[in-house]
């Protein structure tokens, strides 16, 4: 069995693939300074509740946006795993994509890994949109080449600045409106508005100036732990892939083993 990871900005995600089937995943916050000895407790005794043998575990790739936790991963495989792990975009997992923009070296793993996904599903235009820390849309041509792309500050880091840097104004329960109504009667209900469909219209709008950009068919894609949250509130996205970089690890990992 494969053990993929995901070290993103604020979660590392552990994901256990047994062939093309994703088996399950789990989140734990992430910490550069987590060891390799802490990572394998919580993994195994997650492994046991789903019944799963920690011994089957022959093969891990990581991708990683957080540089410094690398090194306590790569740790975890070659100890507990008995086996030196590939990494996203070096080595033998190099992407083998086009990154057709100013700064190929800049592009972050997980957006490279979304591209590399969705090209394999979708062999034409995509504008992938990715909710994480940040808001990240993708653009990858009919050929999987990466074109480049936005980033904007993510939903939730939006609703901590405007808490944050002011006086009065509450924490709320991020979550979608009850209504479609855009005028609110409380501080609260204001505020929810503000920050709900203020983000719809910034995705609807984004999405509409690039398909004109782009000037062909384009599917919009979306992933990330917080896409099933507009999904029921705009008819901008084409299809939800909830695991998309996960899968983008997989692709990377049998075209690295020639599985």
Same mark, same amino acid.
């Given at each position: 069995?494969?053990?993929?990871?995901?070290a993103?900005?604020?979660?590392?995600?552990?994901?256990?693939?047994?062939?093309?089937?994703?088996?399950?995943?789990?989140?734990?916050?992430t910490?550069?300074?987590?060891?390799a000895?802490?990572?394998?407790v919580?993994?195994?005794?997650?492994?046991?509740?789903?019944?799963?043998?920690?011994?089957?575990?022959?093969?891990?790739?990581?991708?990683?946006?957080?540089p410094?936790?690398?090194?306590?991963?790569?740790?975890? +495989?070659?100890?507990?795993f008995?086996t030196?792990?590939?990494?996203?975009?070096?080595?033998?997992?190099?992407?083998?994509?086009?990154?057709?923009?100013?700064?190929?070296?800049?592009?972050?793993?997980?957006?490279?890994?979304?591209?590399?996904?969705?090209?394999?599903?979708?062999?034409?235009?995509?504008?992938?949109?990715?909710?994480?820390? +940040?808001?990240?849309?993708?653009?990858?041509?009919?050929?999987g080449?990466?074109?480049?792309?936005?980033?904007?500050?993510?939903?939730?880091?939006?609703?901590?600045?405007?808490?944050?840097?002011?006086?009065?104004?509450? &924490?709320?329960?991020?979550e979608?409106?009850?209504?479609?109504?855009?005028?609110?009667?409380?501080?609260?209900?204001?505020?929810?508005?503000?920050?709900?469909?203020?983000?719809?219209?910034m995705?609807?709008?984004?999405?509409?100036?690039?398909?004109?950009?782009?000037?062909?068919?384009?599917?919009?894609?979306?992933?990330?732990?917080?896409?099933?949250?507009?999904?029921?509130?705009?008819?901008?996205?084409?299809?939800?892939?909830?695991?998309?970089?996960l &899968?983008?690890?997989?692709?990377l990992?049998q075209?690295?083993?020639?599985?």
């Amino acid at each position: 069995m494969l053990l993929a990871i995901d070290a993103g900005n604020t979660n590392v995600i552990f994901a256990i693939f047994d062939g093309d089937e994703l088996k399950t995943r789990w989140r734990i916050a992430t910490d550069p300074q987590r060891t390799a000895d802490e990572y394998v407790v919580w993994l195994r005794q997650l492994l046991d509740l789903n019944g799963l043998d920690v011994d089957a575990i022959d093969a891990v790739i990581i991708s990683t946006v957080v540089p410094r936790a690398l090194h306590n991963l790569t740790v975890l +495989a070659e100890k507990y795993f008995r086996t030196t792990p590939l990494v996203a975009g070096r080595g033998d997992a190099k992407w083998g994509v086009a990154l057709d923009v100013e700064q190929p070296d800049s592009v972050g793993a997980d957006r490279v890994l979304n591209i590399i996904a969705a090209h394999e599903t979708y062999k034409q235009d995509v504008i992938i949109i990715d909710f994480g820390t +940040a808001t990240t849309f993708d653009v990858a041509d009919y050929d999987g080449a990466y074109k480049g792309g936005v980033i904007a500050p993510g939903i939730n880091l939006s609703l901590d600045a405007l808490v944050g840097k002011t006086a009065q104004l509450p &924490r709320i329960a991020l979550e979608a409106p009850d209504d479609d109504n855009v005028i609110g009667t409380t501080t609260e209900t204001q505020m929810l508005i503000g920050i709900f469909w203020g983000y719809i219209a910034m995705i609807e709008g984004l999405v509409a100036r690039t398909k004109a950009q782009i000037g062909r068919p384009t599917k919009v894609i979306a992933t990330g732990g917080l896409s099933i949250l507009f999904d029921d509130h705009t008819d901008v996205f084409d299809h939800i892939e909830a695991d998309l970089t996960l &899968r983008g690890l997989l692709i990377l990992y049998q075209r690295a083993t020639n599985i």
